[in-house]
T-cell receptor, first 113, second 116 residues
Framework: AQSVTQLGSHVSVSEGALVLLRCNYS??????LFWYVQYPNQGLQLLLK??????LVKGINGFEAEFKKSETSFHLTKPSAHMSDAAEYFC???????????FGAGTRLFVKA | EAGVVQSPRYKIIEKKQPVAFWCNPI?????LYWYLQNLGQGPELLIR????????DSQLPKDRFSAERLKGVDSTLKIQPAELGDSAVYLC??????????????FGPGTRLTVL
């Protein structure tokens, strides 16, 4: 079985500050992990994904995430927040063998001027 | 390259009425997904197609929901009759193949359904 827990339904940061969105997963098989972003009234867009290669994954818009097996975590970070980063962020887990993708409940990021 | 297209974008209906959503995936994508997204929640899979075959419909409430993907391209999701609790956003996504867990899913903008 697989599951995803996103800590914090809302995160607020100042423009230029570090962004840290937390994600912990549970998986009975080697996991593949994803971060998606959703802007208002739009579908989800892939930010980055971990597929068992490098543990530090770089994505679009300056985001990156690190896979830590010992902590079962895949936290998303960005060194300096921009107003345009305000959106909903979803962490997701899947696996080989027909496992479906399981999404977390999402974290809404607010960026203050 | 055109993205995943969904229509309508918004739908308001009375309870007990039927409703249908349409999705056209990215050209060449064999796998099509329908997700339900409730307010403040992540997407939850309703059904997954590999070409014309529904390979995972375990979460589809079959008493009122049905789906089809004729010719393995576009797809329709239907609810009949709709209930108040069906108010949500219905997302369609596609990927090249669903067999690999690493496959990226591309999402459409969704259909926001309101049942009165």
């Amino acid at each position: 079985a697989q599951s995803v827990t996103q800590l914090g339904s809302h995160v607020s940061v100042s423009e230029g500050a570090l962004v840290l969105l937390r994600c912990n997963y549970s998986s009975s098989v080697p996991p593949y992990l994803f971060w998606y972003v959703q802007y208002p009234n739009q579908g989800l867009q892939l930010l980055l994904k971990y597929t068992s290669a490098a543990t530090l994954v770089k994505g679009i818009n300056g985001f990156e995430a690190e896979f830590k097996k010992s902590e079962t975590s895949f936290h998303l970070t960005k060194p300096s927040a921009h107003m345009s980063d305000a959106a909903e962020y979803f962490c997701a887990v899947s696996g080989d063998g027909g496992f479906k993708t399981i999404f977390g409940a999402g974290t809404r990021l607010f960026v203050k001027a | 390259e055109a993205g995943v297209v969904q229509s309508p974008r918004y739908k308001i209906i009375e309870k007990k009425q039927p409703v249908a959503f349409w999705c056209n995936p990215i050209s060449g994508h064999n796998t099509l997904y329908w997700y339900l997204q409730n307010l403040g929640q992540g997407p939850e899979l309703l059904i997954r197609y590999e070409n014309e075959e529904a390979v995972d419909d375990s979460q589809l409430p079959k008493d009122r929901f049905s789906a089809e993907r004729l010719k393995g391209v576009d797809s329709t999701l239907k609810i009949q009759p709709a209930e108040l609790g069906d108010s949500a956003v219905y997302l369609c996504a596609s990927s090249r193949t669903g067999g690999a867990g690493t496959d990226t899913q591309y999402f459409g903008p969704g259909t926001r359904l309101t049942v009165l």
